[in-house]
């Protein structure tokens, strides 16, 4: 198995920029996905290979990725967007795994 | 539309057997996996296992290798995970999820992300 970090938590203030890290040496092969958790609801998928936006997620929300490393980047963060974000990913064996998550506090 | 429907929440003791269940729907329930991620209370998600109904082709996290079994049955397009004995430290939520699927030319392949949820069971194991 294979491990993907991500800094415990991010502060930030509304209409500020929010970016998360993941960090992982398999994200050099394989594509990431980020999912937005709030208490209460399943997941939602925000961002799926590193940098596409499922329909339906406001444009505020986008991916990149370089070597090891992918970034979820919140633009002009609301107060909506405060939750817990993971990174995941995913071999060609069929084996998934989370990130360590990383709780998105707005100011 | 695709749904997944899980059962609902649990209160067991110690050393007992559980099976919860998540029903698809909406789609070809025997074309695609579905998976089983737990959240620990306070903890981040982790990747259980993932079946796929169509073979009952089955694999598991290490962590989770030998703790818990996955089962589907295809003819009520239904998903189980269940433990034979559980322990306090199996009180989480439980979801599955389905990964989404894209197709070139005649080949279908799995995507590598969860695109649909269950609502998600909660079980608290206590004495």
């Known amino acids: 198995s294979y491990e993907l970090t991500q800094p415990p938590s991010v502060s930030v203030s509304p209409g500020q920029t929010a970016r998360i890290t993941c960090s992982g040496d398999a994200l050099a092969k394989q594509y990431a996905y980020w999912y937005q958790l709030k208490p209460g609801q399943a997941p939602v998928l925000v961002i799926y290979k590193d940098s596409e936006r499922p329909s339906g997620i406001p444009e505020r929300f986008s991916g990149s990725s370089s070597g090891t490393t992918v970034t979820l980047t919140v633009s002009g963060v609301q107060a909506a967007d405060e939750a817990d974000y993971y990174c995941q990913s995913a071999d060609s064996s069929g084996t998934y795994v989370f990130g360590t998550g990383t709780k998105v506090t707005v100011l | 539309e695709v749904q997944l429907v899980q059962s609902g929440a649990e209160v067991k003791k110690p050393g007992e057997s559980l099976k919860i269940s998540c029903k698809g729907s909406?789609?070809?329930?025997?074309?695609?996996?579905i998976g089983w991620v737990r959240q620990m209370p306070g903890k981040g998600l982790e990747w259980m296992g993932i079946?796929?109904?169509?073979?009952?082709?089955?694999r598991y996290s290490p962590s989770f290798q030998g703790q818990v079994t996955i089962s589907a049955d295809k003819s009520i397009s239904t998903a189980y995970l269940q433990w034979s004995s559980l322990k306090a430290s199996d009180t989480a939520m439980y979801y599955c999820?389905?990964?989404?699927?894209?197709?070139?030319?005649?080949?279908?392949?799995?995507?590598?992300?969860?695109?649909?949820w269950g609502q998600g069971t909660l079980v608290t194991v206590s004495s």
């Open positions: 079946i796929y109904p169509g073979d009952s082709d089955t």
């Open positions: 909406g789609y070809s329930f025997t074309s695609y996996w």
């Open positions: 999820a389905r990964p989404g699927r894209y197709c070139s030319g005649t080949s279908c392949y799995t995507d590598g992300y969860f695109a649909y």
